[in-house]
Nanobody, 122 residues
């Protein structure tokens, strides 16, 4: 069983930045961030393969979001820059002990955080 604790999030104006953190209770093979806006499906935002640091991003956030990790703390970070109103959503940290492709499919992850709200105003 993996427990995930998220922090960060909040409200910013377009063009602003936020950083999310997620700490896992045990070392996970892959960790990622998903988001879900009202009335929409949960969307894979980014993921990191913890053993070698390989990262994956959905197209709409490339160049603006960066996922990083601190393996000593079983923690991943999501730095979000140049935020846009369309980034508004509940953001969820996810983790799994195995890596199943595609990373962006929510079913590839068994463990989820409680979610943290990100709101970007225009």
């Amino acid at each position: 069983q993996v427990q995930l604790v998220e922090s960060g999030g909040g409200s910013v104006q377009a063009g602003g930045s936020l950083r999310l953190s997620c700490t896992a209770s045990v070392r996970s093979m892959i960790m990622g961030w998903f988001r879900q806006a009202p009335g929409r499906k949960r969307e894979g935002v980014t993921a990191i393969y913890t053993s070698d640091g390989a990262t994956y991003y959905t197209g709409s956030v490339k160049g603006r979001f960066t996922i990083s990790q601190d393996n000593a703390k079983n923690t991943v970070y999501l730095q979000m820059n140049n935020l846009k109103p369309e980034d508004t959503a509940m953001y969820y940290c996810a983790a799994d002990l195995t890596f199943v492709w595609p990373w962006s499919d929510p079913s590839a992850f068994h463990y989820w955080g409680q979610g943290t709200q990100v709101t970007v105003s225009s």
